[in-house]
């Protein structure tokens, strides 16, 4: 209720901050929507939720009123984007992964052959992590590992700290695999979403040759960082890995089913079709064929779905109303864009330690896109920090998972994260600066 009476008596910005009638309602909106994501007094996609409502019988009036076009189509086409599609591609893609233990068969598969080395384990648990994230949710593998895993850490000395090198390549792996593509994360869809309404393509194949080759090197001084924090010393890991059968019938048309939907992303730049149809034909085909069941469908992460949405929806208002341009106005671009892009990559990475990286992107990226300058660099860097984040266990999912088992505390995630993080940091300025340029 006290939200409700803040919204409506709302008309002192007007005067207090020079700012216009749907500028002004566009603050309110904004400021309610972040505090609510911030606090989750209310689950995410009820607040996604409002703000449709909200902007569609309030914001849309007063854009009338002001003679700016505007239909509340605007605000509704947001729930079902192309990015939206694509999105729930790639859950049913991960829901059939797991289903049939593809997933979990190619992760117990990988660890079985790396031997008993505990460097070699160690880099096969973070490279498993990171690959499986770049096409499932990252939290379902995370917990998928941490099952695969917790026996093999158990049966580690207690004289050694390696057990928190393993415990922490889980988390962190599956937070940087979350770069490598479209679907990993959230924010990397909300940027494409983004730059595609300025006329910017960003295919599924760009992205990936873009963001790829950080992921690999991010990874690279993950291994190198917790061997280094937690050396294994001189101990060898038994490995308890149970043995599979040959894949079955089913298993294999899954493979196929994946292996067809990713070469389908990958050339959709080329073919013409989007990736958001592509998508959408994955449903159709996997639950058409009844690979997977009416309650799986119920499954799919509808709240990320109506978060995205709702993001969207919440950056359309903020464009129409003109409230970006007004706060990027407010941005001194007389600096150079170095400057620009240092601050608000290091304003996502503060925001995205505390609070949910798709509400960091839906709040900053509408911002960035309104700068009159380097938009590609700036989208893109944000979406990458908003997933980059991980030095509290409340900064992502995996790190809550990782958290909950037991196996490390909150000291050894902020001293390990807090490197990994500023070293993402680095690399994603880096990228974004000198590498990105060269695709666009």
């Known amino acids: 209720m006290s939200i409700l009476i803040i919204v409506y008596q709302a008309h002192w910005l007007e005067q207090f901050l020079g700012v216009t009638r749907p500028e002004e309602i566009s603050i309110v909106i904004l ?27 309030w914001l849309l009036p007063a854009l009338h009123s002001s003679g700016i076009e505007a239909y509340k189509e605007d605000f509704l086409i947001s729930f079902f984007s192309d990015i939206t599609l694509l999105f729930m591609g790639g859950f049913v893609l991960a829901a059939l992964l797991n289903k049939y233990g593809v997933s979990r068969i190619m992760a117990r598969t990988i660890i079985e052959k790396t031997g008993n080395s505990p460097s070699q384990v160690l880099l096969s648990v973070i490279l498993i992590s990171s690959i499986l994230s770049m096409w499932m949710s990252n939290t379902a593998t995370a917990a998928m590992m941490f099952a695969i895993m917790s026996p093999i850490v158990m049966g580690l000395p207690d004289t050694t700290k390696f057990s928190k090198a393993l415990a922490l390549a889980i988390p962190f792996g599956c937070n940087l695999g979350g770069l490598g593509t479209p679907i990993g994360t959230p924010p990397n869809a909300i940027a494409m979403e983004y730059l595609q309404q300025i006329g910017i393509e960003l295919t599924f194949a760009k992205w990936m040759i873009i963001a790829v080759p950080l992921m690999l090197i991010l990874l690279f001084f993950l291994w190198k960082i917790l061997l280094r924090v937690y050396p294994p010393g001189d101990i ?33 730049g080329s073919t013409g079709i989007s990736t958001g149809m592509i998508g959408l034909f994955l449903v159709i085909i996997v639950f058409g064929a009844r690979l997977l069941e009416t309650q799986d469908f119920k499954n799919i992460s509808w709240d990320i779905l109506f978060m995205l949405g709702g993001g969207l929806c919440l950056g359309m208002g903020l464009k129409l109303s003109g409230l970006t341009d007004t706060i990027a106005a407010l941005i001194p671009v007389e600096h150079s864009l170095w400057v620009v892009l240092v601050f608000l990559v290091l304003v996502a990475a503060v925001m995205t330690t505390f609070m949910s990286n798709t509400a960091t992107a839906n709040l900053l990226i509408p911002i960035a896109i309104a700068l009159p300058h380097g938009e590609i660099i700036l989208v ?61």
Do not use: D
């Open 31 to 57: 400021l309610v929507t972040a505090v609510l994501w911030i606090t989750e007094a209310l689950p995410l996609y009820i607040t996604s939720l409002g703000v449709l409502f909200i902007q569609v019988i």
């Open 236 to 268: 060898k890991i038994e490995m308890e890995v149970e043995k599979y059968h040959s894949l079955k019938k089913r298993q294999y048309l899954v493979i196929g089913i994946f292996l067809l939907t990713v070469l389908g992303w990958l050339t959709s």
């Open 380 to 440: 893109v860097a944000i979406s990458m920090m908003c997933s980059s984040s991980m030095a509290l266990p409340i900064s992502t999912p995996p790190n809550a998972i990782a958290f909950g088992s037991g196996f490390l505390g909150t000291k050894e995630m902020l001293s390990s994260g807090l490197i990994v993080t500023a070293l993402a940091l680095i690399g994603i300025l880096i990228t974004c600066a000198f590498y990105l340029p060269l695709f666009f």
